[in-house]
């Protein structure tokens, strides 16, 4: 039972590039959710899928795009990556109802130069 | 706008000392609140309350929940260097789309020494 998993754990990219960031989770859980964390800036929700078939906004969703392609993966997309974007992602997930508990993956680090 | 306020930002201490880290929070539709720790990764969780005045406790780690004045603290007794991390606030909310997503403090940064 791996929980969430995301991959790359590290990335570089270069202004303008594009990149997909891939998060799953092997709990049966139905949200799932991407944040950015910055230095004293907390955890920023970008997107979430609250079920399979959905997506919706966060607080920070410009310049992100994302897919929930079944209901294990959950990906998070940069069309044309600018420094800005330059943060730690991670992706969480729990379940739908009974718990607010989100379980964090161990977040993939990304340098936008 | 909904906001979680977490202080202080950051606590040095030495080892056997307690700490108390403080959560306020304005936040419509509360529906829990949650305390994570953040080493070098991934947050991990650590408790969740929903109820005021009912502590919640694990080992040497306990929190409580004060729903009329909107705060909550999370108490650790006898520190060790291992305690040292990241402590995250996060508060729930009830309402609409927005059902189960969570609003987070920007953290308390403590740091334990030998």
């Known amino acids: 039972n791996a929980g969430v998993t995301q991959t790359p754990k590290f990335q570089v990219l270069k202004t303008g590039q594009s990149m997909t960031l891939q998060c799953a989770q092997d709990?049966?859980?139905?949200?799932m959710y991407w944040y950015r964390q910055d230095p004293g800036m907390g955890l920023r929700l970008i997107y979430y899928?609250?079920?399979?078939?959905?997506?919706d906004k966060g607080e920070v969703p410009n310049g992100y795009n994302v897919s929930r392609l079944n209901k294990r993966e959950f990906s998070l997309r940069l069309e044309s990556a600018a420094p800005s974007q330059t943060s730690v992602y991670f992706c969480?997930?729990?379940?739908?109802?009974?718990?607010?508990?989100?379980?964090f993956g161990p977040g993939t680090r990304l340098t936008v130069l | 706008e909904d906001k979680v306020v977490q202080s202080p930002l950051s606590l040095v201490v030495h080892e056997g000392d307690t700490v108390t880290l403080n959560c306020s929070y304005e936040?419509?539709?509360?529906?829990?609140l949650l305390w994570y720790k953040q080493e070098k990764k991934a947050p991990t969780f650590l408790f969740m309350l929903?109820?005021?005045?009912i502590e919640k406790k694990s080992g040497r780690l306990s929190s409580i929940l004060d729903k009329k004045e909107l705060f909550s603290i999370l108490n650790i007794t006898a520190t060790q260097t291992g305690d040292s991390a990241v402590y995250l606030c996060?508060?729930?909310?009830?309402?609409?789309?927005?059902?189960?997503?969570?609003?987070f403090g920007k953290g308390t940064k403590l740091s334990v020494k030998p």
């Open positions: 969480a997930s729990k379940m739908v109802s009974g718990t607010d508990t989100q379980y």
């Open positions: 709990m049966n859980h139905n949200s």
């Open positions: 899928s609250a079920s399979e078939g959905t997506t």
């Open positions: 936040v419509t539709n509360f529906r829990s």
């Open positions: 929903t109820s005021s005045g």
């Open positions: 996060a508060v729930g909310r009830n309402y609409g789309g927005s059902q189960g997503n969570l609003i």
